[in-house]
């Protein structure tokens, strides 16, 4: 359910990127997000919410592709890192320690987007700039 | 033809919810004022700990809460009734409280008191352990509570919540002669997901545990009002003119 809520704040950053380009409005092919496996996001939720939120908007057609970053502890006790999981009680395998540090898997990241910009229309000669440069 | 662009963003997805989270934590450090999110499943014992709490602390810290938890609307009354000031946060259908509902949540309090006066806002979150972990509202610390009675594996099963809490307070603890649940193997499993966690075990009924919890509370408000204080002078520092230096 929270993703409806995740995909919100996805689109107002979206809006407040295409800002940058206005009056042009990109045409996005995709959007690259990295989501962490220790988070509270189900990617599949998030593509779903994505592709029925951007119908009809400046977005739409537009593919929400994700890469999940894996979770991965580091052992305090030997630095070594290890994948804690829920069965190990997230422990580490080599020293039996608790997971103190994250090293990833806590990603909610807007990696990049593909878009293109629409053609500018043909340029005509400044002639005020020219006539600038004359005098 | 045109060529396909990337722009490489590295934007936290949240960043808009990051951004008015910010805001919020601006006003609180401004005005002073130690802001809990207060978090749990439904029925974890909130608003019975928050009743204990809230009449123990009143005497020595103004407070007021920020109720965004629907189910629990109905016992404003009791906390009303300590004294502090209640006001329901606004959450539609959501299942998470986020920093701009809270904003909503700080408007309605402002027109009845100013908040400048307060010590400690106690904002309830809506009852669920999995996305308020991800949405930040601009507090100082982030509390969990976490009932007896949900068994001794919920840290492990909603191990965001319990790793990105500041505190856990396991409540009911009266309620474990008669049940099949050992307090140390929840205390353990929060410690493995969270090994710096503070954890606490209280009884809202027998009040067995809540002077260790208060204790908590003063640290972490003159832990926040010290640094309130040293962010007020640097910024006073910063805007004093130039000292003279008198041959
Ligand atoms: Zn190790």
Redesign the interface.
Known sequence: MHEVDMTKCLLLSMNQWQQQHAPAIPSVQRVHLQVGAFTCVEPDQLVFTWGVAVQGSWLAGAELVIETVPLLGRCLQCNGTYTPSPEAAYRSPCCDHPMEEIVSGRELRIRSVDYSLPEPPPSRPDLSLTAAAAA | M????????????????QHQAQHNREHFDAWQLLCLNVMSSPGAGKTSLLERSLAALAPEFAMAVLEGDMTTLLDAERLEAVGVPVVPITTGR???L?AAMVRGGLRILGQRLDPASLDLLWVENVGNL??P???EIGEHRKVALLSVTEGDDKP??Y??MF?EADCVVITKVDLLPYLPVQVERIEA?I?????RCAVFQVSASTGAGLEAWHGWLRQQRSAVSSAAAALAVESLEAAAPEPVLVP
């Not at chain 2, 410690?191 to 090994?195: F, L, R």
């Open positions: 045109h060529m396909p662009l990337e722009d490489t963003l590295g934007l936290n997805l949240l960043a808009a919810n959501a299942c998470h986020d999995v996305c972990a991800e949405f492990l099963k191990p965001v790793r499993h410690h493995q997901v969270n090994p």
